[in-house]
């Protein structure tokens, strides 16, 4: 059962270039968000979206865009990577019903590093 | 506006000691409240949840939390610490201010268990 699976795991950037983060759910949950962790100040949303075909800004937008390919693929795209960008990001899902109605299930996480 | 708080950055305790990781929480309604774990390099799990009813609830790898409506809390407990429960521990809560389609992390608390 593979749960949420991020792609890549690793990537180093240089200013300026662009990449695309991967992430895939195969538990049908509606939601799907996307977090980066950074030191001391825990996990801040990035993009969600509620459900297939929406999509809407968190905490963090700027720099950022999102893309809801299907029910179980959101990517996140970094048009022009910048220092600031240098964080852990964190695929997430979640259902709002059920057994584990509310849970929030992460990927293993992508490390970016933008020099 | 919604928010939880965990007031220590660190918790250092012996093994076999009993543990408490702290947590408060803001919110307009009926709070629901959430307790995950992250180990190096990994994505968070899902510890436990309080959403309504008995004030303590159960979780995994014997954790458990305390739901105090009065001092608007919800401490992570553990009677006898282990040496593998050394992680970051994130409390969070549900907002229900965006319909529940959104989670509430806080800062994190990072638990050092001592063999």
């Known amino acids: 059962n593979a749960g949420v699976t991020q792609t890549p795991k690793f990537q180093v950037l240089k200013t300026g270039q662009s990449m695309t983060l991967q992430c895939a759910q195969d538990?049908?949950?509606?939601?799907m968000y996307w977090y980066r962790q950074d030191p001391g100040m825990g996990l801040r949303l990035i993009y969600y979206?509620?459900?297939?075909?929406?999509?809407d800004k968190g905490e963090v937008p700027n720099g950022y865009n999102v893309s809801r390919l299907n029910k179980r693929e959101f990517s996140l795209r970094l048009e022009s990577a910048a220092p600031s960008q240098t964080s852990v990001y964190f695929c997430a899902s979640r259902t709002l019903s059920g057994g584990t109605g509310d849970v929030a299930f992460f990927g293993q996480g992508t490390r970016l590093t933008v020099v | 506006a919604q928010s939880v708080a965990q007031p220590e950055d660190q918790v250092n305790v012996a093994e076999g000691n009993p543990l408490t990781v702290k947590c408060t929480y803001s919110v307009s309604g009926n709070p629901y409240l959430f307790w995950y774990v992250q180990y190096p390099n990994r994505g968070l799990q899902f510890l436990l949840k309080y959403i309504t009813g008995d004030n303590l609830v159960k979780g995994s790898y014997g954790f458990e939390a305390e739901f105090n409506k009065s001092q608007t809390s919800f401490h992570l407990k553990k009677p006898s610490a282990l040496v593998s429960d050394s992680a970051l521990y994130f409390c969070a809560v549900r907002d229900e201010v965006t319909g529940g389609f959104k989670t509430i992390f806080g800062a994190g608390t990072r638990l050092f268990v001592k063999a």
């Open positions: 538990m049908n949950h509606n939601s």
């Open positions: 979206s509620a459900s297939e075909g929406t999509t």
